[in-house]
T-cell receptor, first 110, second 114 residues
Framework: GEDVEQSLFLSVREGDSSVINCTYTDSSSTYLYWYKQEPGAGLQLLTYIFSNMDMKQDQRLTVLLNKKDKHLSLRIADTQTGDSAIYFCAESIGDYKLSFGAGTTVTVRA | DAGVTQSPTHLIKTRGQQVTLRCSPKSGHDTVSWYQQALGQGPQFIFQYYEEEERQRGNFPDRFSGHQFPNYSSELNVNALLLGDSALYLC?????????????FGPGTRLLVL
């Protein structure tokens, strides 16, 4: 089945780390993604991880994948006000389709 | 290098009307996917076009149709509009190597059906 779940809201203090969690259902997913959407804008790909990896780090972003539990997380280090946005977790379904969660709204407070 | 472009940016229609949305893929990309994002939700896959054919379709009624042109640009058509069709419609492009290549999204067309 195709069902990606995320918590809806996260509030974090500027300079702290943010951790956004996601669970997915398709064990055959080859790729898992994190997208960012700012108000009134389209989706910006932040990072993705291949399903045979446990971790991927890209500057302030760290992705952790627990394939056994079908759990994906995104850690943003030193969170800034510009990181305030909606973050979507997505899994690949077959070769061509992405299935998205409902998004986590991250609010960064001073 | 222009990324994915979509037109129009906003559109207002009434129930029962028909609408056409347009997408130009990123340079070098030949595959176009369309997604519907209702308010407060994640994008839902509508369909994907490659070589001017619909290659895969999500759970959307036949009122939703599309087209891809030889220059790889694409149109999404929605007939007999319903209030529930109000959403942000996103186009994504990629080269044809499946999801080994990431999909790049355009800014979307916001459709309001009254």
């Amino acid at each position: 089945g195709e069902d990606v779940e995320q918590s809806l809201f996260l509030s974090v203090r500027e300079g702290d780390s943010s951790v956004i969690n996601c669970t997915y259902t398709d064990s055959s997913s080859t790729y898992l993604y994190w997208y960012k959407q700012e108000p009134g804008a389209g989706l910006q790909l932040l990072t993705y991880i291949f399903s045979n990896m446990d971790m991927k780090q890209d500057q302030r972003l760290t992705v952790l994948l627990n394939k056994k539990d079908k759990h994906l997380s995104l850690r943003i280090a030193d969170t800034q006000t510009g990181d305030s946005a909606i973050y979507f977790c997505a899994e690949s379904i077959g070769d061509y389709k992405l299935s998205f969660g409902a998004g986590t709204t991250v609010t960064v407070r001073a | 290098d222009a990324g994915v472009t979509q037109s129009p940016t906003h559109l207002i229609k009434t129930r029962g009307q028909q609408v056409t949305l347009r997408c130009s893929p990123k340079s070098g990309h030949d595959t176009v996917s369309w997604y519907q994002q209702a308010l407060g939700q994640g994008p839902q896959f509508i369909f994907q076009y490659y070589e001017e054919e619909e290659r895969q379709r999500g759970n959307f009624p036949d009122r939703f149709s599309g087209h891809q042109f030889p220059n790889y640009s694409s149109e999404l058509n929605v007939n007999a509009l319903l209030l529930g069709d109000s959403a942000l419609y996103l186009c994504a492009s990629s080269p044809d190597r499946g999801l080994q290549e990431t999909q790049y999204f355009g800014p979307g067309t916001r459709l309001l059906v009254l």
